[in-house]
């Protein structure tokens, strides 16, 4: 296993348009996260999932925003109608549920959105 | 819900010299703890986690971590910081008696000067 992939590194958008990201886990890990770090910040929670359920979705999220974990294996993240505040690295993580094994979360490279 | 707080943004110090990263959470019931690093246009990886067991912690590289449970706090501690460990510090909390998802500080970004 190669590690937590996500995909794109980086994409620019048009304000406006939707764009879609996906993250592959680490295979035997049950949870996913989803995160969004701007520049000189902590990553800010956005959303996570155990197999495909999702357990919670932050609160500052707008409802732009979606993700989905089908079949409890890889995640996509789109947003919709992106401003420009939604500039900012998307970072997904994976590791075990607590109590299932090591609880420490991997992280991908992130995809960096930049929307003009 | 928990939380955390890591209270210096910025912390210059000279090569060779001690440092300490404070971070202090909020939670109610028991805690994961853990260190993340994220060292100039690379990504998040773990220095040291607290899952139960001896309270203090050590990393490869010489850093560890003190979890007092007492004073909610898990800070980052190094006798002597080389120019290799400019990077960004961030402390990570979660609630495992609830099985809760990672929250993350706003992160220490800690300078070595020459």
């Known amino acids: 296993d190669t590690g937590v992939s996500q995909d794109p590194r980086h994409k620019i958008t048009k304000r406006g348009q939707n764009v879609t990201f996906r993250c592959d886990p680490i295979?035997?890990?049950?949870?996913l996260y989803w995160y969004r770090q701007t520049l000189g910040q902590g990553p800010e929670f956005l959303t996570y999932f155990q197999n495909e359920a999702q357990l919670e979705k932050s609160r500052l999220l707008s409802d732009r925003f979606s993700a989905e974990r089908p079949k409890g294996s890889f995640s996509t993240l789109e947003i919709q109608r992106t401003e420009q505040g939604d500039s900012a690295m998307y970072l997904c993580?994976?590791?075990?549920?607590?109590?299932?094994?090591?609880?420490?979360?991997?992280f991908g490279q992130g995809t960096r959105l930049t929307v003009v | 819900a928990q939380s955390v707080t890591q209270l210096d943004s910025q912390v210059p110090v000279f090569e060779e010299a001690p440092v300490e990263l404070r971070c202090n959470y909020s939670?109610?019931?028991?805690?994961?703890l853990f260190w993340y690093v994220q060292y100039p246009n690379q990504g998040l990886q773990l220095l040291l986690k607290y899952l139960s067991g001896s309270t203090l912690v050590e990393s490869i590289n010489g850093f560890e971590a003190e979890f007092n449970k007492s004073q909610t706090s898990f800070h980052l501690r190094k006798p002597s910081v080389h120019i290799s460990d400019t990077a960004e510090y961030f402390c990570?909390?979660?609630?495992?008696?609830?099985?809760?998802?990672?929250?993350f500080g706003k992160g220490t970004r800690l300078h070595i000067l020459p």
């Open positions: 939670s109610s019931v028991s805690v994961y």
């Open positions: 295979s035997e890990h049950n949870r």
């Open positions: 993580a994976s590791n075990q549920k607590p109590g299932d094994g090591n609880t420490e979360a991997f």
């Open positions: 990570a909390v979660s609630e495992w008696d609830r099985d809760d998802k990672i929250i």
